[in-house]
């Protein structure tokens, strides 16, 4: 089992519509989870970090997280063209907060 | 400040040559990592340093791979004799630590192409 699975899509959702991604993680010690967004040919970006069970906002983004069931996502609300890019769930991996494991990502194309 | 600066950008090189990548991390982050990205691994943690101590160099594919961070401000990553299956674009990124873990910041990427 690898320790951060992402479905890699491509997920297409039409302009306006909420995006959801998802991403599960082996370690049950891991105590911090984070959402890059990496556009093609570019470095990946954070997006959003979350650290306790349940939702954080940050304008149109939601993280969830599910410790329990070891299952974290991403909901982009009011998609644009813009949003599409690859999405990596990152989990801190081992109950060390410094080593940072990354999913394959999850390509989001978002149409007009 | 000016980000993580990564060199060089691109690099083409034939099989058996020996590259080296650098990287400056952000000035007062003090711990920095290095990841290989391709489409078929994804992104794969290689080496992390923490004040300049290699901390977990697990992921490091082989002996053919070597990293060192002799300061605060400077980080290379050498290849020695190179392959083609090493080509992918390697990410140096530096983290600063709020709320209690680490947030990363990626350079641009060097993107090694070994003929």
């Known amino acids: 089992q690898k320790e951060v699975e992402q479905n890699s899509g491509p997920l297409s959702v039409p302009e306006g519509a909420i995006a959801s991604l998802n991403c599960t993680y082996s370690d049950r010690g891991s105590q911090s989870f984070f959402w890059y967004r990496q556009y093609s040919g570019k470095s990946p970006e954070l997006i959003m970090s979350i650290y306790s069970n349940g939702d954080k906002e940050d304008g149109r983004f939601t993280a969830q997280l599910n410790k329990a069931s070891q299952y974290v996502s991403l909901l982009i609300r009011d998609s644009q063209p813009s949003d599409s890019a690859t999405y990596l769930c990152a989990v801190n991996i081992g109950g060390n907060t410094d080593k940072l494991i990354f999913g394959t990502g999850t390509r989001l194309q978002v149409f007009p | ?115």
């Open chain 2, 1 to 115: 400040d000016a980000g993580v600066i990564q060199s060089p950008r691109h690099e083409v090189t034939e099989m058996g040559q020996e590259v080296t990548l650098r990287c400056k991390p952000i000035s007062g982050h003090n711990s920095l990592f290095w990841y290989r990205q391709t489409m078929m691994r994804g992104l794969e943690l290689l080496i992390y340093f923490n004040n300049n101590v290699p901390i977990d160099d697990s992921g490091m594919p082989e002996d053919r791979f070597s990293a060192k961070m002799p300061n605060a401000s400077f980080s290379t990553l050498k290849i020695q004799p190179s392959e083609p299956r090493d080509s992918a674009v390697y990410f140096c990124a530096s983290s600063e630590r709020l709320s209690g873990a680490n947030v990363l910041t990626f350079g641009a990427g060097s993107r090694l192409t070994v003929l």
